[in-house]
């Protein structure tokens, strides 16, 4: 396997796999989470994962790279990753499997994920956002350092309609000033 793999004190966050793709399946056929997703239908089915993992190339540039986030004895457990989005900016998307929630392990995968864009990438700053149902995750992102920048309607496959979507931002100058107020990076 190729690419970055990240280390966190309870993850390993590597490059997605073909082997993945029934946990990737399993995971996302839950309307609990792919109703918080854009780009994920719902029912989610072996064959759409199969699809995704299909298209997936290791060695992308940094704005185009994911990760399979691995937990020891579960295996995986959610994504994490960027996409370019119509602006041409990296946008931070992730899911975590519903029983993995409330456990702080998409903060420590979305640490480990944003450090090491920073150190890796040119942007300056990274783009995501929630649907405006999804205050967990926007916690996350709070806590993580991201700005609300506005919002927008968001088409939702798995809802099959436009969703008010809570746009985000982090700037690289926010990430290092939030590093050196003591905050794990």
């Known amino acids: 396997m190729t690419g970055p793999i990240l280390e966190t004190r309870r993850l390993v966050l590597r490059q997605p796999q073909m082997d993945d793709a029934d946990a990737i399946a399993r995971q996302l056929d839950n309307f609990a989470v792919s109703g918080n997703l854009a780009r994920v239908p719902y029912p989610y ?27 020891e004895g ?18 931070l998307g992730y899911w975590l499997g519903q029983p993995y929630w409330n456990r702080g ?20 700053r990274i783009r995501s956002g929630v649907f405006h149902f999804n205050r967990a995750s926007l916690a996350i992102q709070a806590k993580l350092g991201f700005t609300q920048t506005g919002s927008s309607l968001m088409l939702c496959l798995a809802r099959n309609e436009e969703v008010r979507h809570i746009d985000t931002e982090l700037t690289r100058a926010s990430w290092r000033a939030r590093a050196t107020q003591g905050h794990a990076s």
């Open 74 to 91: 579960q295996g995986l457990v959610g994504q994490i990753g960027f996409h370019l989005g119509p602006d041409r900016l990296p946008v």
């Open 105 to 124: 392990l998409m903060t420590e995968a979305a640490e480990a994920t944003i450090a090491w864009f920073f150190e890796t990438a040119v942007d300056e």
């Open 45 to 71: 089915r072996l064959a759409d994962a199969i699809a995704w993992l299909r298209l997936w190339r290791p060695g992308r540039p940094p704005e185009e790279t994911n990760f399979a986030i691995t937990l």
